[in-house]
């Protein structure tokens, strides 16, 4: 791949223009991008979709409440190798076979570019993202037992998601490009939809899309259904044989949409 290819999205995944743009300035900086957006939008597949578009292996590192910032390096598996010293023929002495990378070690050690997506990095203690800085700063890290550096061959490109719910460091987010992926306009809407539908009735189309928005703008929902909870409603419809004509006054499939009791309490008392 040319470094000067850009990143244009993908068949299934449409990018704004300053999506687009700050996936470059990311990587002309070399520097992470930060994405945040409400559930839906596309932060995690965006990841996918660079990696399609400019054809590099993806490394994908999910994050949960209980991940450390060492997770992400390696592991000493000191447990298998009590085992191996007490059952084993191995020999124990070599360290080496008793470290495992985490997934920003495999992306490190890649003789390629890759991209590295750290998703949900807000899931974390607060303290997750300041242990990483070093890291992503240099592109390498220490492994103590056996006195190895594992540095970046080619800086990865990485993808680093954030569903805002916990406020992450000044420091850290000094080293990051922030991009913000705001709700699509129907417009972009209708470009999404129709990368993921070769063909589909254009009047059922239109009325899914109004009663969708219609839904979205109740001041008391209080999970707002997303762009991919969209889609699977009007597969559902499409599957069904559902009549373009009654889906605003009867809203079948509800359950696609909307994922609380009082929210659908709440459509239900506003249905027209």
Request: with cysteine.
């Amino acid at each position: 791949m040319a470094d000067n290819m850009k990143f244009t999205g993908s068949n299934t995944y449409i990018a704004s223009e300053e999506l687009m743009a700050a996936v470059d300035v990311a990587r002309v900086l070399e520097k992470p991008l930060l994405i945040k957006g409400e559930p839906g939008t596309g932060k995690t597949m965006l990841a996918e979709a660079i990696s399609q578009s400019l054809d590099m292996p993806l490394y994908i590192w999910n994050i949960k409440s209980t991940t450390k910032a060492q997770d992400g390096l390696y592991v000493y598996d000191t447990v298998q190798r009590l085992y191996d010293s007490q059952f084993g023929g191995k020999d124990v002495d070599n360290i080496a076979q008793y470290i495992k990378l985490g997934k920003l070690g495999e992306a490190f050690k890649n003789e390629e570019q890759v991209i590295l997506l750290i998703d949900e990095i807000d899931k974390a203690d607060l303290e997750f993202p300041n242990d990483l800085l070093w890291e992503l700063d240099k592109m390498e890290f220490y492994i103590h037992e056996t006195g190895e550096t594992v540095k970046a061959k080619k800086r990865p490109i990485v993808i680093i998601t954030s569903n805002a719910e916990k406020e992450l460091p000044d420091a850290f987010l000094r080293r990051c490009i922030f991009h913000y992926i705001s709700f699509p306009e129907p417009e972009q809407m209708d470009e999404i939809v129709r990368a993921h539908f070769e063909t589909i009735d254009e009047n059922l189309l239109k009325q899914a899309m109004d009663t969708f928005y219609w839904i979205r703008t109740l001041k008391d929902i209080r999970k707002k259904p997303s762009t991919s909870e969209l889609i699977d409603w009007l597969r559902a419809l499409v599957h069904g044989g559902i009549a373009p004509e009654v889906i605003r006054s009867t809203t079948p499939y509800l359950g696609v949409l909307i994922k609380k009791d009082e929210d659908l309490q709440v459509v239900n008392k506003r249905r027209i």
